[in-house]
């Protein structure tokens, strides 16, 4: 069993991505969920995870009954130092982290381990969270800071750091790439979509609306195959520069081509993402907006095998253009990016 530390604040896309890597993927409490297996290998190039511990125990948000648990567990099957790492995730529980580490630190000394805190051999992680909303004013119900929420109604999970996913989303930000176009999705976010779409060695990503080639760029870098196609040839263009410029190592075909009639043949692709053109900001030179995006989902049905999942991100619900498709929502969440603008995800796969 494993513990998943989850990244931002939309704990559902979140573990939805996680399913990529993890069998199982289980919500816990915000910003933790469970796995009961783990490819440590996929889980690397999650966005929205952080690491995954091997679970060792799980109590109470507080320190005293994280303690008890910890002994309870021992003794562990573990050669070389050690060191404890605590988190406040999502600084719900004020518990202080500090004492934490050096409370149960003191747990594993007994056990006869040796603290090393700058290289240590294993890290044993204590995650605190509770539920959201719950306060204790007064500080009467015995959470380790006043002002917070009972260590009762939270959890701490105790577990041996597995795995920890790659960042580095920062160092490829849209405007840093060869060929830039405002509006243009974030590293992270294009990084979760192509997940879910299936992104991984030995499998091919379509994008049938590349842009400026973000979720191709994504899904090249955790080892998928890529192929992508826009109305355009500037977009054509630049982005074969971007995935010249940043991915190594796998196949990628850029073509100009309608979304509505792809040059491909049936079945080629193991998974879909592509981005909606917004309101009447894109240029759209033949289709009427709904026709696109309609005629588009037929297409990438044709083209992608019967296990395939196609996910479709818009400014608005496409649910109805969806129905009369091969296409069955299985998930959809709507993600804020700034006051006027909140991207629907529509996760789509086809019925059995």
Same mark, same amino acid.
């Given at each position: 069993m494993y513990c998943l530390e989850l990244?931002?604040?939309?704990?559902?896309?979140?573990a939805r991505e996680a399913e990529a890597a993890a069998a199982g993927v289980d919500p816990l409490a915000p910003g933790l969920a469970l796995a009961g297996h783990v490819d440590r290998e996929r889980l690397r190039g999650l966005a929205y995870t952080h690491a995954a511990d091997e679970l060792v125990a799980?109590?109470?948000?507080? $320190?005293?009954?994280?303690? $008890?648990?910890?002994?309870? =567990? =021992?003794?562990?099957?573990?050669?070389?130092? !050690?060191a404890v790492r605590a988190r406040d995730v999502r600084g719900l529980t004020g518990v202080s982290t500090a004492d934490a580490e050096r409370r149960l630190g003191g747990v594993l000394v007994a056990q006869g381990y040796e603290v090393d805190l700058d290289d240590p051999d294993h890290e044993l992680r204590a995650l605190f969270s509770a539920a959201e909303g719950l306060e204790d004013p007064d500080g009467s119900e015995g959470a380790d800071a006043p002002g917070r929420i009972p260590a009762s109604d939270g959890v701490c999970v105790l577990g041996w750091l597995g795995t920890e996913s790659e960042r580095g989303f920062g160092e490829r930000r849209p405007t840093?790439?060869?060929?830039?176009?405002? /509006?243009? *999705?974030?590293? *992270?976010?294009?990084?979760?979509?192509?997940? $879910?779409?299936g992104a991984a060695p030995g499998r091919t990503i379509l994008d049938p609306m590349c842009g400026t080639g973000g979720t191709l760029i994504e899904a090249g870098l955790v080892g998928a195959d890529v192929v992508g196609t826009d109305a355009q040839w500037k977009m054509v263009r630049g982005?074969?520069?971007?995935?010249?410029?940043? !991915?190594? /190592?796998?196949?990628?075909?850029?073509? %100009?081509a309608d979304a509505t009639r792809l040059p491909l043949r049936?079945?080629?692709?193991? #998974?879909?993402?592509?981005?909606?053109?917004? #309101?009447?900001?894109?240029? $759209?030179?033949?289709? %009427?907006?709904?026709?696109? !995006? #309609? #005629?588009?989902?037929?297409? !990438?049905?044709?083209?992608? /095998?019967?296990?395939?999942?196609c996910v479709l991100m818009a400014d608005r619900d496409w649910r109805e253009a969806v129905a009369p498709t091969e296409w069955r929502v299985t998930d959809r969440f709507e993600r804020r990016v700034h006051g006027s603008l909140t991207r629907h995800v529509h996760v789509l796969e086809k019925p059995p």
């Open positions: 990244a931002g604040e939309d704990d559902a896309f979140a799980r109590t109470e948000a507080g $320190i005293h009954a994280a303690e $008890i648990a910890l002994e309870a =567990a =021992a003794p562990f099957d573990r050669e070389g130092t !050690v840093d790439r060869p060929f830039f176009q405002p /509006g243009s *999705m974030a590293p *992270m976010d294009a990084r979760a979509l192509a997940n $879910i779409a982005t074969k520069k971007n995935l010249d410029a940043l !991915v190594e /190592g796998v196949d990628a075909h850029v073509s %100009r049936d079945d080629v692709v193991g #998974g879909v993402v592509f981005d909606a053109p917004y #309101g009447r900001q894109s240029k $759209i030179a033949t289709h %009427r907006l709904e026709d696109l !995006v #309609g #005629g588009a989902l037929r297409e !990438v049905a044709r083209v992608s /095998g019967d296990d395939a999942t």
